[in-house]
Each structure stands twice: as C-alpha cells, then as structure tokens.
C-alpha cells in the first residue's frame, strides 16, 4: 500500500506544494521549521483539507480530479498536535469511539493502554489531563482505528523523556510489524532516528530533499548537516549478543561494532546512529581507552560547518559506508586532516544506545 | 380543576410537545446548515427565521388563517389534494406554534453547532465516523447546551403561546383550546379565583419541571462509551 | 327533550361568555343537545368564522359582523336577532360614586380613566358617545386609557390602576350599588349585541329559539344585559 | 400611514431598543453568574428565568397589572417612596417586556458565556487584567456569537410584542400604543389592508434590519488592538 | 524578589504538595515525569489554582491565611502549555494587550516580535498559525507583560530545533539579565543546561530534590542519572577565546580546558556540561587524536546502571569537580576500572557546545 501524493494548497501568504512518494511501509518523517507546513499536509493526506492534485493509497485513488474520498472512508489514524480528545467522553470513551468504528474487540483496548501507561486515566475527563497524558490518550486513540494509514502530528512533543524511551521502541516495533505507511512529524531527532526509515525535508510548503534516513543524514549539504547532533546512520548486521556484557557484537560497514544492549536476535537488522559528535579521529589505534569500537578508514570530505566557523565536519569511508565526525578547526590543523588521509574513527558503545 | 380545563391541560401538553419535537426534527438541520454554510444568502436565511418574533402573534395567527383557511392558498391546496384545511385542527395549531417559536429553538442551536466547531469533528471523521455519526455522536452531544436552551424555550414558550393559537385554533375546548387561552378566558369572565388557581399549577409546574432539567443538565454529561 | 339531539358549536364574543356559561347547562338539560363553547373577539371569530372555522352559532358583540357574514352568504338568512344589549356603566373601584357620577371623571386624584377601545370595542364607542354627550370627552381625553375588550376595561379599574372606567352592566352588576351608575341609554346607540346561525344544524336553531325564549331572556337580564323590547 | 400608526411605530422602536438595553444591562451579570456559579440554587434560579413564558403574555400582564396597581405590593411600595405608579406608562411597558422578554436574552448569553470557559479569562489574569477588563476585553468579545442572538430574539420580541404590553400599556396613543397594537386594532375592525400595509412594512423593515446583523457579525469580529 | 512556597493541592487522585524556595534571579527548572505536577505547580504560583499554604515573592506574601492575592495583581507572566492566544484578537492584539495592562510603549513590541521571527504573523488570526508559530507568540506575550515572575510551561515543546537554537540563547541572557524568578518546565535536558540554574525534580505531585544545576547533575541518586544523556554540569572561569579558532580556552575544575565559540567575555562565568556519554577514559595520555580536551583525575565511584546492567557510571574526581563517564561493563573491566585509580579523561570540545 504504497503512497502517492502530488498536493498543492494556497492559504494567504502560504502555499503547500508537495510531492510525495512512500513506500508501502515503514516510517516517514517530516521534519522543517515551525510553519514549513508539516500539519497541512498531515491534513491534506487524511482528507480534512481539499488540496488540488492527486493522491493514492496502494493504488487505490483517494483523491484524484474531481474524486474525493472524504475523510472518515479514508481510515488513516491521525493524532492531532492538539491532542482533540472528544470533551464530551472520558478517556475509554475516546478509546471505544475509535474501536468501535474499527470494529476492534474490547480487549484490543489494554496493549495500548498499559504502554501508554494510562490506565489510571480511563475514567477521567479529557479537560483534567495534564498535556503530556492528553497526548497519550491521543496515540492511543488512534492506534486503536486499525488505521492503513497513520498520521502522527508531534505525538510526543509533550511526553516526558522517560516515557518517550519507554513508547518509542513499541512505536518502533509497531511501525515495523503494520503492512502500513506511516508519516510523523518531529522537532526531536531522536524521535525521528528511532523510528524513521525515510525523512522529508520541508520548508515554505515545499519539499527541499526527501530519501532514506541513512542517506540523508550522510549528506553534509542538507541543513540537517547544521544541527548540533548531526550523524551517520549505518545499518547493522548479523547481531550477536556478548551476553554477560548486555553488549552486541554486529556488522557494520563491513567492520565489528560493538553496540549497547542485546536486545538483537540474530539475523536482524538494526540501525545505527553515529553522531558526529560522538566520532573522534585519530592517527594511531588508540591503546588502554574505555573506547570500544576503533574503526580504520579514509577521509573523504572535509567541509566548514558555515554556522559554526571553529568546527569541521569530517567525512570518513569505512567499508563500504560513511561516518561523520564533528572536529575543532584546531584539531583539524593540527591532525592535518585532509581527503586521502588514513585515520582511525573512535565511537564509544555507549553512545550508540 | 373543571373538565374543559384539564382538556385544556392535556392539549397543551400535547401541544407543546408535538411542537417542540417537530421545532427539533426542523430546526436542526436548519442550525446545523446556518452554522455552517458559506452561503452568501445565509444572513438572509437567518433573518428569515428569526422575522416570525417581529409580528404580533395574533397577526401571525390572523395571516396564517388567511394561509392555512379553507379560502387561503394552502387550503385550497390541501382541498385539492382531498385533505381538510388545517385551521380550526390541531395539526394547524402545530403549524402555527412551530413557525411562531422557531428562532427559539433555531438561533440557540446555531451558536451551540458554530461553538463546537471543526476540531472534534475533524477527529471523528479521522476515526472513521461518518456525517451522521459525527452529527449524533460529536456535535449533538458537543451541543448539549444549547439544546437545551433550545428545547426549554421552545416547550415554554409554546405553553405560554397564546395568539396564534387563538387565532388559528378557533379555541375548540378538547380540540384547540389550550391552557393558556383557557386561563385568558377565566380572566376575560372574572373568575379570577380559577385564573390564579390555573396559573399557579402551571407556573408550579413549570417551575420544578425547568429545575430538574437544569439540574439534570448541570450534571456531567461525560460518558464512558 | 324533542328531536334527536345534536352538537352545538357556539362561537361567542367573550363579554358574554360569562353568560353562556350559565345559558349552557339550562340548554343541555332542556334539549339533550351539548354545547361546545369558543370564545373571542368578535373581529377575530368574523376572520374564523369567513375561513370556515366549525361554528354553528355566532354570537357578536355587535350587529355589525353578524350583518355582514349575512351579506357574504356565510350566515342563514333571516336567523339573525339582538340577544342582548349592552348598557354602560360608570364604576369607581374604590368606593362610592359622588353625587353627581360624572363628576367622578374629572376629580382630582383621577389619575386615569378606563373605557375600551373605541375602535375595536362596541362598549368603547358607546363610552365615547356618552362622554362626547355630557360634554366630558375633551376633559378626559388625556387621562383615557383603552382596554382592548371590555374585560381588559374592567381589569383595569379592578386592579386599582384606573379610579373610574366605563365598563358594562353585566361586570358590576354584583358591586355595591353605591360604586356604579347605569349611563342613562339615551346617551349612546344601543349596542345590540346579535346572534345568526352560521349552519344548518337543527341543534343550532334549538340553541337560538332557546335564547329568544322568556327564560333564557330572565337570565341575560338578571346578569346585566338589556334586551330589545323588553324593560331594561 | 396615518399618525397613530407612525406615533405607534416611534413607540415601538423606542420600546424596544429600551427593553432591550435594560435588558443587556440585568441579564448580562444574571447570565454570567448562572454560567459560572457553583451554588446549589443555580438551577432553580435558572429556571426562574425561563418562567414568564410559559404565562400567556395577557395573563402575566394582568398579574403585573395586580402587582404594579395602587393595591399592589409595587404600586404601593411606589407610592410609599412618592412615586407615580408605572402602569400605563412608558415605564411600565418597559418593566413589563423586560420580564416578559428576559429568558430570550439571558439563556443565549448564559450559554456563549459557559462555551467562553476559563482558558481565556486565566490568560487575560496572568497578563494583568483585573475582572471587569477581561469580562469587557475578553468574555464579552468571545461570546459575542450568544450577544448577537440575545439582541435579535431581544428586540425582536419586543417589538412582536403584544399581549403585555397591550395589558398594562392601556394603548395610549403616542404614548403605549405600540405598532403591534395598532396592527392587531386594525386586524379587528376589519381594516384588513391597513393591516397587511403595516405587517408588510414591519416585516420588510425587520428584515432588512436582521440581514445587515447577521451579515455583519458573520465578518471576522477579529481586531488588532 | 526570592520566592517562597509551600502549597499543597488536593484533587481527586491527585495530590500537589510542594515546598520551593527560589532566589531572587534566575531559572529554576521544573522537570518530571507526565502528570507529576508541573502545570499545577505552576498554575498555583499564578494563582490560578487556590492552594492551602503560603507563597510569597521578595517578601511580599501572596497568599497566607486567609489573604489571597489574586493571579491579576501578581504581574507573572505565564505561557501556558496549549498556548492560550486570545482567539478574537489578532497576533499584534495579543501582543498589545499585554502591553497596554503592564504600561509598555508600541515600540517594546519589536525586539520579541524579532526573536520570535513573527513578523509576519501579526495580522493573523490565531486559529491561522501552526503549533509552533502559537508558542512562539505566547512566548512573547508572556515576556511583553513586564511580569515580575516569569513561568513557562514547556514554551518551546512544538518550536523547532533551529528556532529553538535561535531562542534559547535571548532567552539565556534574559532571564539572566532580568531581576526575577523565572520557573520553567520542560522535557528537553537541552533547555535545562541552557537556561537552569537551578532544578527541581517532581514526582507525583511532590518535590523529590531540587538544588543548583550543578549538584543535581553530578549526583548518581536522581533519576536523572538513569537519563541517557546524564551528564555534569561545570562552571568555567576566566574564559579567553582563541581568535581564528572559533574556540575558547576556560578553567573548569582547575584545569584547562577548551570550549567551542568564543562568544564569551573575558571574566565572564560560563556553563559547561559535558555529559557522561560524551566522556571516555583512557589509562595512558592519549597521543595524536582528535580530541583536545583530557583532563586527568581519579575514580571516586562506579556504579551500575540500573536499567542498562552492561553499563557503568564512573565518577571522576577533576581538581575540585567531578565528571561523569559512561563506559561500557566490558570496557570497565578491561580497564580494571575502580575508586582511586587514575585515569585520563578525555573530552572532545565540540561535544560542549
Ligand atoms: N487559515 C490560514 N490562513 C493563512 N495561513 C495559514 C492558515 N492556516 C495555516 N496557515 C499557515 O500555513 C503555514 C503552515 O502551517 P502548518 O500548521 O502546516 O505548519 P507546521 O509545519 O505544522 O508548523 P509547526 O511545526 O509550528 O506545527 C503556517 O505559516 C501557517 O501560519
Ligand atoms: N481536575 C482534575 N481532576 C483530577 N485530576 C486532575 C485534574 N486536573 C489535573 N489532574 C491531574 O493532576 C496531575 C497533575 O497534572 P499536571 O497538569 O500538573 O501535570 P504535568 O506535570 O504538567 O504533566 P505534563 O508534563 O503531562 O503536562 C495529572 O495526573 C492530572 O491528570
Ligand atoms: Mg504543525
Ligand atoms: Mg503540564
């Protein structure tokens, strides 16, 4: 159920004009500035909105010259960036209105209840939660409509740090097992490296770039290349736990790396993030340092970060893939480095959680 | 209580609720569309629903006699199609208390609807409800409120209704004659003692029937499914 | 009781309702017929009745709408008759009249004085044709406030928010005799009060040769009425 | 139109521009309170409010009548304080259609003020405005939709107006003979074109009248200062 | 104006009791988890809520027995956490009616309108603006109040990342600039290091610690210390920047050590936290690398995290401050990590930032 869209929608002083492609599953992010016109499109894709162009689901048209399939055939759960819990219901009433137009069985309700740890909430009234519960229910809410397609605007923009670590991984999974393209919109680039597998770019309405989240996050042209937690994004294979250590031994650009955790069964895949900032080069292998994972590569690009005159951004091949590494200017000079130059890359495990 | 006065009782009874459910089954559509259309003509539309208020009720009445009368165009309509004409029947009474209390119920509605507004209805159709879904599982209960303004003035107002009733019921006693007319009739008579004994019951009973629904409505109409 | 018995449907003025009240009961038991009862203005029961409201009787305030229903064909020729006349009568609500009543209307202290409407009440003009004729119209024309019927007229001094009001007999006729005075009648046009048949129905005819009857004429006398012909 | 006629229309709309302010004035704290008071009487003095109508307006004139005359408890209180009675004047026509009037106004406003709710006002606090300045800047602006609403039903009311007025009015003319007086008087002497002539012109004018409201609070009532 | 407090609130399942005592300037972090109680909190400090207890700001009480100032008269300038725009006046209204009440002049307007990037905004309708773009003029309605108490219920949650960049460091010279108590809530640690000096831990409804930023960080009993970017918070003294280097050379716990940028003044009192992830150990002075910063010290404490058993927390004894070092178990033992041993500590300077 891959998705196409070609929208375009003028407002006074606005224009969305958006092409988007995704595939049939898996998470797309929109990332972009406040006011790029990340919710309009969220809108326009689940029919609250009347853009001009077309738009289809698996095929199927949802929207097409004068067609229009309105927007509660369309099924797509969407969590609103203000929540919109039904005021007239308690919270298991937002929750069964869902249900029961998805036809889910009652039980259907406690999985995502108990993640979002809102059991206690159930018999409470929307106006007396606090923003990040408000929030929750509304994921909920909307996992609960059997969605074919899930829209989720910021659905954690107000959710504590801890109870995103715990509801990310479950999104991840979710996001991973539904035969269904999802979109969702971020400011938190943690949130978008845990569960994106593809990122688009928005500003003033348009897409800027679109494309995997690993090639993405390797371009230093892109202005994610000028946000502080810049990084890699690598593919790791054939995991294998140290178990003892809560350490996992996996493939990544050809080398071993060991990462934290052993939540891997063999044969996954995982994905890495290689913050730049986390990279430190160095000319010779390092000896008697807490540092776990030593990777021999070549630079490639070494570019100014235009934002931040003092710092270099580093292009280093490993295998058959890319790490990035965030230096001082100083460091730069005084290391020499330069493309063609051989370095070692350090990155310690923790810092791959 | 005498006889003609308990059937003017029931007929009121009858009366008020007959109008008060067909004001509803009319009125909403027509506040739903009035809070929601783009139309240009819709301050006229609302000017026309609300222009029943500007007339005197015994003109109204006396124009709708001339409407709905065996002579009026309506009734010869109905003459044509073999049905009776509706003054002097209950069913005109009805017609009549319906076009006078109109605004009533149409106005309070329309702000309640234009209140709710397009967020929660927006996230209903998002989980899959339909317009009619939406209509009766979002808006109305969203719109609670004012339909209950809506439907207290529009019973209460159709009890105290008066000149229209007059008019086009003829005041037939257990057919059009309503409580009002008939405490106006005990006044116009000088049995005094029988209009306060009237007015008192009515305003009693209006009195604890109003404040049970104010208190009911006062209570949290949160539900759990 | 003689002939089957019918519905009669009465549509009356409701200065007289008080009277058909009393009128009813008499009737029923004597012809077995029953009597539904509708009262109203006489200009409104004239805009009924010539929208086919279901009356068999009219029974006006004045002669005027009967006379003209009979000239629309909507009344059975020659039914028509004066059932009652109206007389008018000068009433103080609080207390006795002075000595000479008219003076009533212009003491001071009056602060308004209550008559029905002209226009719309056969009572009002009479009242007007009495003031005009003792020679008081302008004196109180300021101080006139109109019932729109003569009960509204009535109200209006019961309720001690007019001193002195012109009202009918047959609404004082109870109140101390010290606090009311019969305007003499030749000071007004008699104010017949006429009833026609609007139908057919034999019940009809009954109800009005009932009213025309020697008993029914004792009752509209004893509640204030004056009758045509008869002593006053 | 003959003079009565225009005196009677000059009455009216004083009349009811009158009632109406009188009535924004005493139903617009009442409403507040309703909305947001938590005493246990709320609802009874809801329903209070809504009782004139369910009295025939004749009726409920003639207990005003009972109540404002020199033997009633008003008139005499009046008369205690040297004051001249209010009925049939132009005051007492204004007490009367406010009463009559009141729950047209006060329900519609009672509900835009509950809809408003505290997220507003609590802002308006923070920023430093005291409660009369966030009733006036913020409450009155939100619930402007329910203001709107109580005016039209308000006045239009008023100048439909008939069976109380007509009772404690005595149809002075210039003075407490109102338009729907004069139309009904002509209604019942058979004037019957004066009649539709007058009915046309009240109609024509009320709704030219209401369509320039409507059109003119649909526009964005959003300012910039 | 120091603010003192003790307000307890009952709500059904619910129960705020909470004691603060907060200087006479700067920021005080609220942070905890999803419905612990921040926004009660704060909304009792406004005096929106009538909580039992005292509060009193500079001395003044605002509330003690019976007396109750009511939130009006307090002149705080709260940015709610669902925005709060009047919707019936336009953005320049909003801003003008908080200017009118505290007696600003039209031109105070231009500066956070400016900061905000809302110029273009100010003709517009609330319901017209996006998420972020509510919260950026909530934002500067609150600061045109001329408040005495500034609170912020998670001002930025819906900004994004650049903009935030862009807000954080006005608002860091504004609140250190103005002389008030400003409480602010927020899930973002980067907000905290930015703009805290202080934090105060919540936990169903009740205050769990609080203390200056400095101490809670270093401390391996909060909660904190489970975060992932736990990490310390240090004063650096006597900065001197390296011109052409974008780099600043400061004292942080008697050592030298090199920062990124050179915005600082000479003199000036700068913050650096340097978290646990971004710390690695080395037994032997590291030689040819990357990273500029090593400090040497000595181990004072290792734990072990909780809830990630493959890793330690390693506390580092520099000069008269502390680190925190996040290795892997493994590591650790190859180490020989334990209390009293020496170790080189080593930082890179863009992790400072
Ligand atoms: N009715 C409208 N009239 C004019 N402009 C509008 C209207 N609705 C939205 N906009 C503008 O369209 C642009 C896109 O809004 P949108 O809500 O899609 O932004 P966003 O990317 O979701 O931003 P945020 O991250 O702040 O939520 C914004 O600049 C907004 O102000
Ligand atoms: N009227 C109420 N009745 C019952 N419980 C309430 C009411 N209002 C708030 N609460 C509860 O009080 C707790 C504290 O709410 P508060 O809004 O202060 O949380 P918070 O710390 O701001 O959370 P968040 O980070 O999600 O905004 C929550 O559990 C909330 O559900
Ligand atoms: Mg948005
Ligand atoms: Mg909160």
Chains 1, 5 share one sequence.
């Not at chain 1, 509660?72 to 308690?90: A, K």
């Not at chain 2, 009445?61 to 165009?73: D, E, M, Q, R």
């Not at chain 3, 004085?113 to 226009?119: K, Y």
Request: proline fraction near 7%; aromatic fraction near 6%.
């Amino acid at each position: 159920m891959s998705l196409e869209a070609r929208l375009s929608l003028r407002r006074p002083g606005f224009l969305l004009d958006a092409a988007l492609s995704l595939p049939e599953r898996g998470v797309t992010t929109v990332f972009g500035p406040s006011g790029s016109g990340k919710t309009t499109l969220l809108r326009c894709l689940a029919g609250l909105e009347r853009p001009a162009g077309e738009l289809a689901l698996g095929g199927e048209y949802w929207q097409r010259d004068g067609y229009f399939l309105p927007a509660h055939r369309r099924r797509v759960g969407m969590v609103f960036q203000d929540g919109r819990l039904f005021p007239h219901l308690t919270v298991r009433g937002n929750l069964r209105f869902a249900m029961r137009r998805a036809g889910c069985e009652e039980a259907a309700m406690d999985a995502p209840v108990a993640l979002m740890g809102i059991e206690r909430l159930l018999a409470r009234r929307p106006d007396t939660l606090s923003g990040g519960e408000v929030q929750r229910v509304a994921v909920a809410r909307a996992l609960l409509s059997q969605p074919r397609l899930l829209l989720l605007d910021e659905p954690l923009a107000a959710v504590d740090a801890r109870r995103k670590q715990e509801i990310l991984p479950f999104l991840e999974r979710l996001t991973r097992e539904l035969a269904l393209p999802v979109v969702h919109v971020s400011h938190s680039l943690d949130e978008v490296i845990r569960l994106a597998d593809r990122l688009v770019l928005m500003d003033e309405g348009r897409v800027v770039a679109s494309g995997g989240v690993t090639e993405m996050f390797s371009r230093l042209d892109l202005p994610l290349a000028q946000r502080e937690d810049v990084g890699a994004v690598l593919e790791a294979h054939a995991p294998r736990p140290l178990p003892g250590y809560h350490l996992t031994e996996a493939t990544v650009a050809g080398q071993k790396l060991l990462l934290p955790g052993e939540s891997a069964e063999p044969g996954e895949r995982l994905r890495v993030r290689i913050r730049a900032r986390d990279v430190s080069l160095t000319l010779k292998p390092p000896s008697e340092t807490s540092i776990l994972n030593v990777l021999p590569g070549r630079i490639t690009e070494v570019v100014e970060r235009p934002d931040a005159p003092g710092q270099r951004l580093v292009r280093v091949a490993v295998g058959d893939a890319a790490l990035l590494s965030w230096v001082s200017r100083l460091s730069a000079e005084r290391l020499a480095l330069a493309p063609g130059q051989a370095v070692y890359a350090q990155v310690k495990a923790v810092a791959l959680a | 209580m005498t006889d003609p006065d308990l059937a003017a009782l029931w007929v009121t009874l009858k009366l008020a609720t007959v109008t008060t459910i067909v004001l509803l089954v009319l009125g909403t559509p027509l506040a739903w569309w009035l809070a929601h259309t783009r139309n240009r003509l819709r301050p006229l539309a609302e000017a026309l629903t609300a222009l029943p208020l500007v007339l005197p009720p015994t003109v109204l009445g006396f124009y709708l006699l001339i409407t709905l009368g065996a002579n009026g165009p309506v009734g010869q309509l109905l003459n044509a199609l073999g049905a009776q004409p509706l003054a002097f029947t209950f069913a005109g009474l009805v017609v009549g208390s319906v076009i006078y209390s109109l605004p009533f119920v149409v106005q309070p509605l329309r702000d309640a609807f234009a209140a709710v507004g397009h967020g929660p209805l927006e996230a209903a159709a998002s989980l899959g409800a339909g317009p009619w879904d939406r209509f009766f599982t979002v808006a109305v209960p969203l719109a609670r409120r004012g339909f209950v303004t809506a439907i207290t003035l529009g019973f209460a107002h159709t009890v105290g209704e008066f000149g229209v009733v007059l008019m086009i019921g003829g005041n037939i006693p257990g057919e059009t004659q309503v409580l009002s007319i008939a405490i106006y009739d005990h006044v116009e008579v000088l049995e005094y003692g029988r209009a306060h004994l009237l007015s008192g019951g009515l305003l009693l009973f209006s009195l604890i029937l109003l404040t049970v629904v104010y208190a009911t409505n006062r209570r949290s109409r949160v539900v759990g499914s | 009781p003689k002939g089957i018995a019918g519905e009669v449907r009465v549509a009356v003025a409701s200065n007289f309702l008080g009277a058909v009240h009393q009128l009813v009961p008499v009737f029923e038991a004597r012809s077995g017929d029953t009597v539904t009862v509708s009262a109203g203005s006489t200009g409104k029961l004239y805009a009924q009745i010539s929208q086919g409201a279901p009356f068999d009787v009219f029974l006006a305030a004045d002669a005027r709408r009967p006379r003209l229903l009979e000239e629309q064909g909507l009344a059975l020729p020659d039914s028509r008759f004066t059932y009652a006349r109206g007389q008018l009568a000068l009433w103080r609500g609080g207390g006795a009249l002075p000595a000479r009543p008219w003076d009533a209307l212009v003491e001071p202290g009056v602060r308004f004085v209550s008559i029905a409407n002209p226009r719309t009440a056969p009572y009002g003009e009479a009242a007007r044709q009495a003031l005009e004729a003792a020679g008081l119209w302008d004196r109180v024309r300021g101080r006139l406030v109109m019932g729109e019927n003569i009960a509204q007229t009535y109200q209006y001094v019961a309720t001690g928010n007019a001193q002195v009001g012109l009202v009918a007999l047959a609404q004082v006729h109870d109140a101390p005799p010290e606090s009311r005075w019969l305007v003499p009648q030749r000071l007004y046009a008699p104010i017949d009060q006429q009833a026609v048949r609007l139908t057919a129905a034999d019940a009809g005819a009954r109800f009005l040769s009932f009213l025309r009857g020697a008993e029914a004429r004792r009752m509209i006398a004893a509640f204030g009425y004056g009758l045509p012909g008869g002593d006053s």
